[in-house]
């Protein structure tokens, strides 16, 4: 079935370095790569995402990349602040046998030290 | 504008009992998810509504979890009866329409605990 595999689990970078957390998704269909921030107890929340048809995309710190051809997307995010922990998660969405469907990885565990 | 509205917030009950959660979609949004996180692991789809209509339930375990979406607005998730392992956040959430892709917007969750 479909899949979506998301790496490294845990990540804890110094404020001010960058930090990469990369995701590869098996299913060709996928068009749709959002990327969700979740704080302890709160809604996850899109921070950024890239169609199919776009290979970067940035908004100020933060940038998605996606290589169609290896399925692979990253996240990456420059200058950490302690702001950014969080747990991050990956998605791949496309449509399978008619129904348009998100796939989530497992999250990414983001500590940010000061 | 306002958001996913979800309750109960939280809940602890023991096994074998049951349960219900409600969820309140934005306002217009046709695609309803409901989404089950355990502690540690990404959002699973549990079921996935079009307006009033079932378009996928295919990882519902459907011997004790159950969802309606009557008048195509509001919707409930019930699980009857609970087990240890349905220890979880419940997650709603919404899209404008279906076959688009763009942002699923979620709701705070309903934490469940099964004792």
């Known amino acids: 079935g479909e899949n979506v595999e998301q790496h490294p689990s845990t990540l804890s970078v110094q404020e001010g370095d960058s930090a990469v957390i990369k995701c590869t998704y098996s299913?060709?269909?996928?068009?749709?790569f959002p990327w969700y921030k979740q704080e302890l107890g709160k809604r996850p929340q899109l921070i950024i995402d890239i169609r199919s048809n776009v290979g970067e995309k940035k908004d100020q710190r933060i940038a998605v990349t996606l290589n169609k051809t290896a399925k692979h997307f990253s996240l990456h995010i420059t200058e950490t602040q302690p702001e950014d922990s969080a747990v991050y998660f990956c998605a791949a969405g496309g449509t399978t046998s008619g129904t348009y469907k998100y796939i989530f990885g497992t999250g990414t565990r983001l500590k940010v030290l000061a | 504008e306002a958001g996913v509205a979800q309750s109960p917030r939280y809940k602890i009950i023991e096994k074998r009992q049951s349960v219900a959660f409600w969820c309140n979609p934005i306002s217009g949004h046709a695609t309803l998810y409901w989404y089950q996180q355990i502690l540690g692991q990404g959002p699973k789809l549990l079921i996935q509504f079009q307006n009033n209509g079932v378009v996928d339930d295919s990882q519902l375990p459907k011997d004790r979890f159950s969802a309606e979406r009557l008048k195509g607005v509001d919707s409930t998730l019930k699980i009857q009866p609970a087990k240890l392992e349905d220890s979880a956040v419940y997650l709603c959430?919404?899209?404008?329409?279906?076959?688009?892709?763009?942002?699923?917007?979620f709701g705070e969750g309903s934490r469940l605990t099964v004792l």
């Open positions: 299913d060709s269909a996928s068009n749709y």
């Open positions: 959430a919404s899209r404008p329409r279906q076959g688009a892709t763009g942002e699923l917007f």
